[in-house]
């Protein structure tokens, strides 16, 4: 179920690199999936023969929402949350595999497949030094579930529609009743990360959880904003399988890609992330550079209820009329890859879609003659990720080559999504999107943009035909225990997709980090947005952290052989 992606590095240090992927799980510390923190540098840096007790990075994003598992989206929330929060279950960062973090032992089947038992871990607590009970488990996935207020579902709640009710048995142990029986439920509960009930039972706690979270997870939120960004400390209460290597991390912040060129070069942080891509040859001299392929993709998004774009024949036209090859190698200086179906190609479960929109002027003239469209003109919104700023000319330029025009709008993520997508006036939205950081198996990725309200019922309003049609697949896809049949169904679902093109990717980028190998050990970067870092936690488990010192923190150990997976977060900017 892991996405590999083709990883390649220039100057290796001394010890060997080690691919991790997208999830921070336990004692992996998941330096955020986007730009998260501001804030001096650690006057305790890893350098100098001292011994390295903390961790700073820049990232490529500013926090855009708050911290409840059951809702957080932006890519610095979804960073943070999995070094603080943890599921019964998590993916290992490296192979995407599941692993037990509050479960004691692996899920136990019922006989008849509708019923799974989970015993948790002796001694959980969260950060505040309560017990991890049974009833905060079983509340953690009824809040999403059946929320207070069914009009406005959690973002989590699609991913486990094929529950029906969960259940504490005992102060230890949780039962989980399903409606139908389903694969993939070990590695699917992972994405439901366990809260303290007494922190969250109500509307009002529940939002004093949003901006001061409490997880059993191996580090703690010690101050957290858009200005000044993340610090995060060890939690002390922590017994899991992968404690933290470091006492804190601090995560600088910022969209602007030269301030994150000048944090690395001038020794204020160990890390960046989305390195630009202008800058990578004049990096690697002296730093060493990773380059991985992700499932993150540049999206078109159209209001599928307003006309002309109502029509998927106007839609289809503006995704030929983009020469991909072109602006891969012109906005991306080629760390790119055409889309060919709406996964990525090094993901495991790759299918080719059926129509695959190769540049072809010709046909999007065509296309918008058959469907009546003359002098198109409309507004392009456009979020302001760096990738998307630097594509979205190029794409308005080639457009005109069809006789469209395009006029482009720049708006910060929580702008174009809480105020622009919403109102009737909209009509397309270019953006990226990556809600692999949860998972990376095809229902999970299909059912972030296609299944639910929030995405294509809110805000690409696509059809109901269309949502039942999509709803149906998937629906079947998840309750065959054929593998064969199962896949067969998904290369439906994104055929579906593909043809239809309410949301569709343009193109799926490369992540390039950038880390000094003198301060860092064992670093790779992730393919999604974000740095990462982890304890050993098992045979395969990948890490990055100081530089091995004698004292407080102890030797690291060099993580084994692995692959990666892609992310985002849900964006290199936010998975939704």
């Known amino acids: ?39 001096p540098a650690s006057t305790n840096a890893v350098s100098g023969g001292k011994a390295g007790t903390s961790i700073e990075a820049t990232l490529a994003f500013t926090l855009s929402s708050g911290f409840d598992p059951g809702n957080a989206s932006s890519a610095v929330a979804t960073a943070v949350n999995q070094h603080v929060f943890e599921g019964l279950v998590d993916l290992d960062p490296i192979t995407r595999e599941p692993y037990n973090a509050l479960a004691k032992s692996d899920p136990t ?69 399903l409606k139908y029986p389903f694969a993939l439920f070990s590695e699917r509960i992972s994405v439901i990360k366990v809260v303290p009930k007494a922190k969250t039972g109500d509307a009002a706690a529940a939002k004093a959880f949003d901006t001061a979270p409490i997880g059993s997870g191996p580090f703690k939120v010690d101050s957290a904003s858009k200005e000044s960004g993340i610090k995060l400390s060890k939690n002390e209460t922590y017994n899991g399988p992968r404690p933290a290597k470091v006492e804190t991390m601090t995560w600088n912040t910022t969209t602007e890609a030269s301030a994150r060129v000048s944090d690395l070069q001038g020794g204020r942080v160990q890390a960046i992330e989305a390195v630009p891509y202008l800058n990578v040859d004049s990096l690697k001299d002296k730093y060493t550079i990773d380059v991985k392929q992700a499932f993150n993709q540049v999206f078109l998004m159209f209001n599928n209820a307003a006309a002309p774009f109502s029509d998927k ?26 889309a060919t179906s709406y996964l990525d190609e090094g993901n495991k479960a790759y299918q080719k879609a059926a129509t695959v929109y190769d540049y072809n002027p010709d046909k999007a003239k065509a296309l918008l003659q058959e469907a009546g469209v003359t002098n198109l003109s409309f507004r392009l919104d456009t979020t302001d990720n760096s990738v998307v700023k630097d594509v979205a000319p ?71 035909a269309n949502r039942k049609a999509m709803g149906d697949l998937l629906d079947k896809a998840a309750q065959t225990s054929d593998e064969a049949a199962r896949k067969a169904l998904w290369k439906q679902a994104l055929d579906m997709v593909a043809d239809d093109a309410p949301l569709y990717p343009i193109l799926h980028t490369k992540v390039v980090t950038a880390y000094d190998p003198a301060k860092l050990d064992g670093f790779s970067g992730a393919s999604t947005t974000g740095l990462y870092s982890g304890a050993p936690g098992g045979p395969g488990f990948a890490h990055w952290g100081p530089r091995p010192r004698r004292g407080p923190v102890g030797p690291l150990v060099p993580g084994g052989a692995g692959g990666d997976a892609p992310a985002p977060r849900h964006e290199k900017e936010n998975p939704c």
Request: proline letters at 6%; aromatic letters at 10%.
């Open 313 to 338: 024949r106007v839609r289809q036209a503006l995704h030929y009329a983009i020469d991909k090859d072109a602006v891969i190698k012109t906005a991306l200086n080629g760390y790119g890859s055409p």
């Open 394 to 464: 190029l794409v308005i330029e080639q457009w005109k080559k069809v006789g469209v025009n395009a006029t482009l709008n720049t708006v910060p993520s929580s702008a174009i999504y809480g105020d622009i997508v919403p109102k009737d006036t909209f009509r397309v939205l270019m953006a990226t999107g990556d809600p692999s950081v949860f998972g990376v198996d095809t229902d999970l990725l299909m059912r972030w943009y296609y299944f639910g309200e929030t995405w294509p019922g809110q805000r690409y309003r696509w059809s109901d």
């Open 1 to 39: 179920m892991s996405t590999t992606g083709k990883s390649r590095s220039w100057r290796v240090p001394r010890r060997r690199v080690r691919p991790l992927a997208v999830a921070s799980l336990g004692a992996t510390l998941a330096l955020g999936l986007v730009a998260c923190s501001g804030g």
């Open 109 to 177: 089947p019922g006989a008849d497949g509708l019923t799974y038992t989970v015993t948790l871990r002796d001694g959980a607590k969260f950060s505040d030094g309560t017990p991890v009970t049974a009833e905060d488990v079983a509340w953690s996935f009824t809040r999403v579930l059946k929320p207070a207020d069914p009009k406005a579902p959690p973002l989590m709640q699609g991913f486990v529609s094929f529950l029906d009710s969960v259940t504490a048995k005992d102060a230890a142990t949780v039962e989980f009743k």
